[in-house]
């Protein structure tokens, strides 16, 4: 009878070791996780620090300051295609850093927004307007207004500004119709019975100007009409200050 006792407490006793055994394994295993993870997050942090530092002309350790106070929630991988993309622009200007310092109140907003855009071809824009910001010899001075009219386009509101601003400005006459967008920006003096454009169109150009990038004609009972529209001198601005500039000439 006591040997039954002593085997079966032998038996609890390794199960309750190996269950033991297994525990602290896996908690080894998460411990090393969070490690790898930590110096990961490090190692971005320092990074993107020195990407931030970078631009505002400001030591590191501000710019990491900055990355953790603003920035530490953005999805890394948008991040370093944002630092690739810059850098890429960089070089194609002729330039290895940036030639004039961004002020912070521009800089940490834009660079904020830029990160945090998931589409490409808008990602892009962000990229050459913090390049632009950065070249003494682009010739664009950023507003701080770009950020916000900017961070509210989405990437087809962004396409239809840029068509409707790449049409030559011509008499204050001369309007550009919408029925054909956003494949084309048709320009006429005829403005009447002309049909309206796709509702996503409409929608798009009502965000425009609302945004203070477009004008459209105004019905007597104050509603718009956005058979055909105007770009305003703050659009054109922006779309030329999102189009990388290589230096005055």
């Known amino acids: 009878m006591q040997n039954r006792l002593f085997l079966q407490t032998r038996y609890v006793w390794r199960i309750e070791m190996s269950e033991e055994t297994e525990a602290v394994k896996e908690s080894a295993k998460a411990i090393q996780e969070i490690a790898k993870t930590t110096s990961k997050a490090i190692d971005a942090g320092k990074q993107v620090g020195d990407f931030v530092a970078k631009y505002i002309a400001g030591p590191l350790e501000e710019g990491i300051g900055i990355f953790h106070d603003k920035l530490k929630y953005m999805r890394w991988e ?12 960089l070089k194609e200007v002729g330039l290895s850093s940036p030639s004039r310092p961004v002020q912070m109140k521009i800089a940490i907003p834009l660079i904020q927004a830029a990160f945090l855009e ?14 632009n910001a950065s070249n003494i010899n682009s010739g664009i001075d950023v507003k ?19 068509k409707i601003c790449s049409v030559p400005l011509q008499n204050q ?40 990038c477009l004008t459209a004609n105004i019905t007597w009972g104050g509603g718009q009409i956005l058979t055909c529209v105007e770009s305003t001198l703050l659009g054109r601005s922006l779309v030329e200050a999102c189009k990388l500039k290589k230096g005055i000439t």
Not at 78 to 89: D, G, M, N, P
């Open 78 to 89: 948008r991040q370093v295609r944002l630092i690739k993309r810059s850098e890429e622009f």
């Open 118 to 131: 998931e589409n490409d071809e808008l990602q892009d824009r962000w990229a050459a307007l913090l390049v």
């Open 144 to 162: 701080k207004a770009y950020i916000s009219i900017l961070e509210d386009m989405s990437p087809f509101d962004a396409n239809i500004l840029e």
């Open 173 to 212: 006459h001369v309007r550009i119709l919408t029925y054909k967008l956003p494949e084309e920006a048709v320009v006429s003096s005829e403005v009447d019975f002309l049909p309206e454009p796709n509702p996503d169109v409409q929608l798009s150009l009502g965000n425009l100007i609302r945004l203070g």
